[in-house]
């Protein structure tokens, strides 16, 4: 069965395939703007400290937001929220294009954040949903291959508009890109969750589901398992997004990289994170979900260190592509992972809540890192970065388990 073609594979499981062109698609806009934000940014006077909370502003409201619309695509269904919220992020991508001021770029930063808490966790458990554990491996590594194909060439695309023409026009179309999405999930996608949206959504309500939850997640047969990836995700995200949203000046300041040379460490990223991804749904299938993610995070942390000793351009290309391998790896089978010890009729809120564990430490990370980039330079952040990584692999091999079959 693990055998059976790509083809194959997505006419058993068309949502599968649908909600990976629309993520490829979409990941087309974000790849052109983000290698490109901290430098468009600077041109308002941001400094890297403020870089830093503009990325956080982003994850407060992606975090809030991230459980009760899990729980609300739970009860009233996936498609709904999937679809507004790319509505969304077409609104507000084409209006990071009319900034007049960092103020400008706090604000639609946040609101980009609501949009991507409508999005991600109902996409992810649509994955779920539409596929039988013993394919779901697969299911997760084409879905999260889909966007890092996409940076394959949206970094270098973005930096050539921006060149060519300036950095707005990279946001503007990241914006229009969006707008097909839509009706493509409209069309094809098949709704897993049956209901109809009859009340609106409360602070009190917002309160019960969330509560809901972290209850489920209490009486959960693999809670030590559920607590081992929410807390070595924490870890590991909070180490990432200390250097995450600083590369593009790391790379700039440290090695005298020029615009398109920095979109194509991203584009590097993208190449060898999704070659790492296509391999990895078979392997997550035939050998389980623990393997992968210990190795990928391990290797994730140990090719952290080698970044601060990079000095030119084509080292750093080098270094991040390789620890794409790794992570490569790790989040697919970490997906695999959570969709097999939750319940269908949970996994939104799982899910949310899921994003909502990452999303604090995306709050916390990038202010911290770029407090720390002021103060001890990037190559401090790197240390750092690589030492949570590792620390958060211990946490994982002492407490993870898989389902036996």
Known sequence: MNQRSAMEFFRIYPNVLVICIGVFIAMLGFGMIFPLFPLY??????????????????????????????????????????????????????????????????????????????????????????????????????????????????????????????????????????????????????ETIKGSITILSTPESIRRRLKSSIREIRESTYFITLMGLMIATFISTFGLMLINPLIPLYAETRAGATILQITLIYTFMGVTGTLSRLYTGKIIDRLGRRFPILFGNIWASLLTFPMMIAHTPLQIIGVLGARSVGLGLSDPATQTLLSDIVDENKRGRIFGLYTTVSGIALILGPTVGGGLYEVYGGEFSFGMCGILTLAASIVLFFMITEPSE
């Not at 600077?42 to 409201?61: D, K, V």
């Not at 009233?76 to 969304?88: A, P």
């Not at 007049?100 to 930063?109: A, E, I, P």
């Not at 194909?149 to 050539?160: K, N, R, W």
């Open 41 to 190: 940014a600077e041109q308002f006077g941001a400094t890297a400290a403020q870089i830093g909370l503009i990325t956080s502003i982003f994850a407060l409201t992606r975090t809030t937001l991230a459980t009760p619309f899990g729980a609300i695509s739970d009860r009233y269904g996936r498609k709904r929220l999937i679809i507004s919220g790319f509505l969304f992020y077409a609104i507000v991508m084409s209006a990071f294009a009319f900034s007049q001021s960092v103020t400008h770029l706090f604000l639609f930063r946040g609101l980009q954040g609501v949009a991507s808490a409508m999005v991600w966790p109902s996409a992810q458990a649509i994955i779920a949903d539409s596929t039988r554990p013993k394919d779901r491996g697969r299911a997760m590594s084409y879905f999260s291959a889909a966007w890092q194909v996409s940076l394959i060439v949206s970094p270098a695309f973005g930096g050539f508009l921006a060149e060519l023409y300036d950095y707005r026009t990279p946001f503007l179309i990241a914006g229009i890109v969006m707008v097909p999405i839509t009706f493509l999930i409209h069309r094809y996608v098949t």
